[in-house]
Structures are given as C-alpha cells and as structure tokens.
C-alpha cells in the first residue's frame, strides 16, 4: 500500500470534518476573547444622582450627554436609597452633590468589579473638575484585598464550568461512542449530580476558608458551584445525545467560547459590547458569576434571575438526555446486539 493510499484510509470524510469544525471553534474562540475584550469601555452604566432638586434634572443631563454614552443616570431620592440600590446591584454607582460644599461624593462597589469601579471614578472627576468641583470617593462594598481586580469569583465559576462539561464528555465517551439507553442515561445523571455536589463544594472551601479569596457564606458558594457543575454537565450530555462527539464542541462553543468572555469576569457587563453584554446573563458562566459576587460581596441580592438561568439549563439538559435516551428500550437491546455481534463474529472465524 502507497503513502497516498495510507492517507486516503487514515483521513476519513467524517475525520476531515470533525478537523474543519475544530478549525472553526478555534477561530471563533480567537473571535469572540478579542472581540469582548480588546478595548472595554463603560456605556449606559446604571447611575445613580442625588442632589437638590433645583440642579438635580440638569444633572442628570448632563451625566445622560457625555460622549459615548458611559453613564445611564437616574435620580435617586437620598444617599441612603442609593446605597441600598447598590446593594440590591440596580446601580453600579451614585453621586451624592453636597448642597454646601464644592466637594461631592462618589459611592461605588469594586466588588462587583475593580474595573468599572475605577472607570466611574475617572469619569466623575473629569466631569467635576469641568464644574470646579471635586470628588471623593466611597467604595460601599469593596473587594477582598485578596481578590485582585474582583477576579475571583469569575475564574472560581470558570473552574466549575470545565470540570461540567469535562465530566459530561468522560461520561459521554466511557462506552465508546454508544448512544445513551435509559439505564446508561439515568446513571450518568445520577453520576453528574453527585460529581456537581463534590465540585461544588470543592470549590467553595478552596476560595474560601483555605485561599481567603471571597467573602459570603461558604455553603452559598457550595450550592452555587453544584448547580452551575450540573447545569454544564447535563447540557453536555444533551447535546452529545442528541448529536453525538459533536456535541461536546458544541458544548464547548456555549460555555467556552461564547459563555466566558461574555461572563462579565475580566470587565463587568457595562464594559462589554453590545452583543456580549446581551449573551452573557443567559449562558451559565455569566449567571455564575454575577451570583457569586452576589453572595461574596451584595448580601446575596439580585440572584433570583441567574439562578433561574441555571436551573433552566439544568432542567433542559436533564430533561433532553433522558427524552433523547428512550429512543432505546433499554440496556437489554444492547446487550443483545453485542451478543449478536460476538456470536456472528465467533461464527466468521
């Protein structure tokens, strides 16, 4: 047999194609990292404006008109309100202006992101200083000294999200390339729970009590960590049900390429472009991380809608793999195809 023959047998029309589409993920990968990230800038940051009422509307004008549109300002009855609507995360940042004084408050909350914390403080000081005023600035909830630029609560879930679709895709090729019968299905789902649970866990003693990296209850983090393991898992698993070893790149496209960079990790959501920003809650990296800055740094608030964005994949994917998993009648059929198979092949030799 030729080289070229050897060639022709060892590159398979199913081979090349399974070549190009890993081709395809690592330039989308290229694309979509540089694309979120290459040049963040802040653009309708939720704002918050306390001031008199007779300078309050101009104010917020004035904020609303800053060339590219970095601010979303609104008015805010009190100091207080505004620092409660921090905490609830319906603002990023509030200006107190004081009635008295030429020196106005900047309230801000690195620990939902040191990025665009230090963002809202260069745009205020520009924009005071323009007024002749000055500003000082009040972080109401800053982050752990340990938590360099707030990065930790993104790289903790990033953890989470591999180890789901790596053991969807361990459990997906144990047998080979077999589909998932009923049997086979509800084992790796019970397995894939189990396995969450443990991750979970994991993860939240590390981040917590052995490196000191967040703050927020442990056990919180623990269930955050199970749910988003689980909900990676099970859409992995779907999704090579459904479509076989393509299914794990496809898996990989949503969390990876699409799901992390438009997490709101690196730079907070404000920061992204548009298409990112509006991608990003949706997938599980996005709402695990903003769930898990939520409990480390925000009192637990504003986490109902991400859980929710991962239970619905958790449910979808479960649902997914045990519906696509009775198209078989069960493990009895495929013992009795490999049965047929070895006797057949017994018999031929």
């Known amino acids: 047999m030729t080289f070229v023959d050897e060639v022709k047998n060892a590159v398979t029309p199913r081979a090349a194609l399974l070549v190009i589409g890993v081709l395809g993920?690592?330039?989308?990968f290229i694309a979509s990292y540089v694309g979120a990230?290459?040049?963040?800038?802040?653009?309708?940051?939720?704002?918050?404006?306390?001031?008199?009422?007779?300078?309050?509307?101009?104010?917020?004008?004035?904020l609303d008109g800053l060339p590219g549109g970095p601010l979303d300002p609104r008015t805010?009855?009190?100091?207080?309100?505004?620092?409660e609507q921090i905490m609830n995360r319906d603002i990023d940042g509030a200006l107190i202006v004081s009635p008295e004084g030429s020196t106005d408050t900047l309230l801000v909350a690195s620990g939902g992101g040191t990025v665009?914390?230090?963002?809202?403080?260069?745009?205020?000081t520009q924009v005071e200083a323009g007024q002749q005023r000055t500003v000082r600035t009040v972080d109401v909830t800053p982050a752990s000294p340990d938590d360099f630029d707030g990065l930790s609560s993104f790289y903790l879930v990033v953890g989470w999200c591999v180890g789901g679709y790596l053991c969807a895709s361990i459990?997906?090729?144990?047998?080979?390339?077999?589909?998932?019968?009923?049997?086979r299905a509800l084992i790796r789902t019970a397995v894939m729970a189990v396995y969450a649970v443990a991750g979970g866990i994991g993860g939240a003693v590390i981040i917590g009590p052995i490196l000191g990296a967040l703050p927020g209850s442990v056990w919180g983090l623990a269930g955050l960590g199970a749910l988003v393991v689980f909900s990676v898992g099970m859409i992995t698993l779907a999704l090579e049900a459904l479509t076989g070893i393509v299914g794990i790149g496809l898996a990989v496209l949503i969390i990876v390429i699409a799901g992390n960079p438009s997490a709101g990790g690196a730079f907070p959501l404000?920061?992204?472009p548009d298409f990112?920003?509006?991608?990003?809650?949706?997938?599980?990296?996005?709402?695990?991380?903003?769930?898990?800055?939520?409990?480390?740094?925000?009192?637990?608030?504003?986490?109902?809608?991400?859980?929710?964005?991962?239970?619905?994949?958790?449910v979808a994917g479960t649902a997914l793999t045990l519906l696509l998993s009775m198209r078989r009648r069960g493990?009895?059929?495929?013992?009795s195809a490999g049965t047929a198979t070895s006797t057949g092949g017994s018999t031929a030799v």
């Open 37 to 62: 990230l290459h040049k963040p800038k802040p653009t309708d940051v939720a704002f918050g404006v306390v001031a008199p009422q007779q300078m309050s509307q101009q104010l917020v004008s004035r």
């Open 116 to 124: 665009l914390s230090s963002a809202l403080e260069r745009i205020l």
């Open 270 to 272: 404000p920061m992204l």
């Open 76 to 83: 805010v009855s009190s100091e207080a309100e505004a620092r």
């Open 331 to 335: 493990g009895r059929d495929d013992e």
């Open 171 to 183: 459990l997906a090729i144990s047998a080979g390339t077999k589909p998932a019968n009923r049997q």
């Open 25 to 28: 993920l690592q330039l989308l």
């Open 276 to 314: 990112w920003r509006a991608i990003g809650p949706a997938l599980p990296p996005g709402a695990g991380t903003w769930v898990a800055r939520s409990i480390a740094y925000f009192r637990g608030n504003a986490a109902t809608g991400p859980l929710l964005v991962l239970s619905a994949w958790a």
